[in-house]
């Protein structure tokens, strides 16, 4: 059997993104800033997009901060520089835990993410919120 | 820039899930369950997973046939034996069309799908079928 080989273009989407997942989970929202794009396009599926990394910097100043975070990178497969993820976002907000199956597409060009696209159950996502405090 | 290889395995599951694709949009039912494993694990997230091509075969025979189907894949990408994809589900039921935003993974072994999870918003699916008839 060959050997799989990435090309250069694909290591480092796949860094970027490994890069991206570690920034959220060290809950450093600068970092995940700046591992993004100026002109970043950012889809969370169900909600309509953001443009620009201002625009995602007030998107996640108005949650009010995680008081924790873990994604669970369940896989992770390249091809040129787009980067799918299937993860399991795990972190509370608020006080509340939430567990959150999700897949989402990562679009890497100079060590930026110019792309993401995330897609999940709104609804699943909505119930887990209404939780009491734990 | 080193060309992309990729292994035997990658390749012969690329080649199960495009077929697997082609098959859906060929509206040929039989063709989809060939495909998968006897005991595949077909999970729709936001709903209970199915197990076995039995039961994913009274499932699509409980939903009484698609009118047509267009799934668009935007995106694929294989690591091992693991095909992440990116795509929208057009098609028709109960003659309602739905435009379905989507992302998928799917694990092949021995050219059969043995699971497949898809992630979506629940919400907006069952607003479109909603929607009147065309």
Redesign the interface.
């Known amino acids: ?10 290591s480092a989407a796949l860094a970027v993104v490994h890069d991206f997942v570690a920034a959220w989970n060290s809950n450093d929202m600068s970092r995940v800033l700046a591992l993004m794009d100026e002109d970043v396009f950012y889809h969370n ?2 909600v309509a997009p953001l443009v620009g990394r201002r625009a995602v910097s007030d998107y996640l100043g108005s949650k009010g901060g995680f008081d924790w975070i873990n994604w669970q990178l ?6 040129g520089h ?5 993860r399991v976002d795990d972190f509370s907000i608020g006080g509340v835990a939430v567990s959150l ?5 990562f679009e890497v060009h100079d060590g930026k993410i110019k792309a993401w ?1 995330d ?6 996502y909505r119930r887990q919120l209404a939780q009491p405090k734990q």
């Open positions: 059997m060959a050997e799989r080989r990435h090309t250069e273009i694909e599926i169900p369940l896989n992770i497969a390249v091809d787009k980067v799918l993820t299937e199956p999700i897949m989402g597409t696209r897609y999940f159950d709104m609804d699943g």
